[in-house]
């Protein structure tokens, strides 16, 4: 984004946060911003993509402030990691971001829901991915649970201390929660007592994405299941019946679905139950959206 885009953006935001996203309008941005209204629709064609630049300007000014504070140091140093979040969410406050993303959270606006959903799936998966570097890879099954919990304590802290006006350390907040995290792990890696795994958040970002699903990619998803592992005769005969329904010109859905959970059960304390469980999660989704 050029610095003028940018800068328009950023009055933008401010106006959302002040006003509300709906009542402000675009001659309010044009006005604040002292730029015509062929110069605002040069940037944007719409209120709804101003939001879409200022949220993938957010995701800028985060990574470029991750960066600054890994330069030079160990990537698996859990202080880094404290540091990393810690400016991330100081950012976010001074902008008075929670507000904004709340308010169109709560709102009709389906479009602006999907794109904030979005960038908070962005949040969540580089944390799961800094979680694995910071705690080991051993926790790759756990990490976006992981990072799920994280958000949820942060979120509740926060907006316990912000209705309190409670005094707070925020540096203090993303230590102790990390630790907290850091307990957390090993009673989940010895206990398998995972809530969220990596097949539901896929099928969280196809739920958000909407993206309709071609057979073509549920039958290459089926080919590659089967391609890592041998199966027990009852898995072979439920595989067969469920792609043979797949590739019918009418989809009998009620076949189908009666056919997928006891497919996944058989996968039960394998190693590719998660990732039959994705499989399986993507044919449900087809099915819903046909």
């Known amino acids: 984004m050029n610095k003028r885009k940018r800068h328009v953006a950023d009055v933008a935001l401010m106006l959302f946060v002040e006003k509300g996203i709906q009542q402000t309008s675009i001659q309010d941005i044009i006005d604040r911003a002292n730029i015509s209204k062929g110069t605002f629709y ?32 160990n990537e698996k140093d859990q202080q880094v990691l404290t540091e990393q979040i810690y400016s991330i969410i100081q950012l976010n406050e001074e902008r008075n971001l929670h507000a904004l993303f709340d308010a169109i959270l709560s709102s009709n606006e389906k479009d602006l829901k999907k794109l904030v959903l979005q960038h908070r799936i962005f949040e969540l998966e580089w944390l799961a991915i800094r979680f694995k570097a910071v705690f080991g890879e051993e926790i790759s099954e756990h990490a976006f649970e992981c990072a799920i919990l994280f958000h949820g304590m942060l979120q509740h802290i926060m907006f316990t201390i912000r209705i309190t006006n409670a005094p707070f350390s925020l540096h203090r907040i993303v230590e102790v929660l990390l630790e907290y995290i850091g307990l957390i792990i090993p009673h989940m890696i010895q206990h398998n007592t995972s809530l969220i795994d990596q097949s539901t958040f896929h099928l969280m970002r196809m739920n958000i994405d909407r993206k309709p699903l071609e057979i073509n990619e549920l039958l290459e998803m089926a080919k590659h299941l089967k391609a890592t592992g041998n199966f027990t005769m009852e898995q072979e005969d439920l595989y067969e019946a469920i792609i043979f329904e797949l590739k019918q010109e009418r989809i009998r859905k009620s076949v189908l679905q009666s056919l997928l959970n006891p497919f996944l059960v058989t996968f039960n304390g394998t190693s590719i139950k998660g990732q039959t469980q994705t499989f399986i999660n993507a044919v449900w989704f087809y099915l819903k959206l046909k």
């Open 42 to 73: 040069n940037y944007f064609t719409s209120k709804n993509d101003c939001i879409a630049e200022i949220l993938e300007g957010l995701r800028y000014d985060a990574s470029q402030l991750r960066m600054q504070s890994q330069v030079g140091k």
